[in-house]
């Protein structure tokens, strides 16, 4: 069973409407979580964080948490055409007995094509 | 500039051979991490080092090597017993294990 599970896309939206990109998680206990954006050919940067369950906005970007549901989500305000890339979601898991494994567990990633 | 820099960008190499693959950081992270990605997949964990001089295997570790003997350099070995190894590898670092981590630019291999 996948510990991060991500809908591989491609998700198709048109310029200037809202992207959702939606991200599951097994373990309850994760605390820390992450979104990447991959351009084709390049390497992932790292675009948001978000420790604490409710959104965090930054610009055109909010990342949503809720650990009760285990699921993190990525809104994309206002999609541009540079937005067209493979949005990659990440979680700091945490053994039994809190502490971290020392690393980050990654979803396959979604394609994300915005049209103009 | 501060950063992560990986080198060569493009590797080739025969079968049968070995190649090392350099990743350098000047950003006094203390964690570094290599990871593979194959055309159109996800990114695997290969190794990572939370320390000098200790490091730990990940999900696909077989036929690759390590070395953490500085904070800012984590040098990855394919040997020749890596079965396919033609693969984009991306070294990470982080300032705390199992948080965000920033990633090198990459180096993409091509066995002949």
């Known amino acids: 069973q996948k510990e991060v599970e991500q809908n591989s896309g491609p998700l198709s939206v048109p310029e200037g409407a809202i992207a959702s990109l939606n991200c599951t998680y097994s373990d309850r206990v994760s605390q820390s979580f992450f979104w990447y954006r991959q351009y084709s050919g390049k390497s992932p940067e790292l675009i948001m964080s978000?420790?604490?369950?409710g959104d965090k906005e930054d610009g055109r970007f909010t990342a949503q948490l809720n650990k009760a549901s285990q699921y993190v989500s990525l809104l994309i305000r206002d999609s541009q055409p540079s937005d067209s890339a493979t949005y990659l979601c990440?979680?700091?898991?945490?053994?039994?007995?809190?502490?971290?494994?020392?690393?980050?567990?990654f979803g396959q990633g979604t394609i994300l094509t915005v049209h103009p | 500039d501060g950063g992560i820099t990986q080198s060569p960008k493009y590797l080739f190499r025969k079968e049968g051979q070995n190649v090392t693959l350099s990743c350098e950081q000047n950003l006094n992270h203390d964690a570094m991490y290599w990871y593979r990605q194959d055309p159109g997949q996800g990114l695997r964990l290969i190794y990572y080092?939370?320390?000098?001089?200790?490091?730990q295997k990940g999900d696909i570790a077989e036929g690759y090597s390590v070395s953490r003997e500085k904070k800012e350099s984590f040098p990855l070995t394919v040997t020749s017993a890596q079965k396919n190894p033609t693969a984009f590898y991306l070294c990470?670092?982080?300032?705390?294990?199992?948080?965000?981590?920033?990633f090198g630019p990459g180096t993409r291999l091509t066995v002949l």
């Open positions: 990470a670092s982080s300032p705390t294990r199992g948080y965000e981590q920033f």
């Open positions: 080092s939370q320390i000098v001089n200790d490091f």
């Open positions: 978000i420790y604490s369950n």
């Open positions: 990440a979680v700091n898991m945490l053994k039994a007995g809190g502490t971290s494994y020392g690393k980050l567990t």
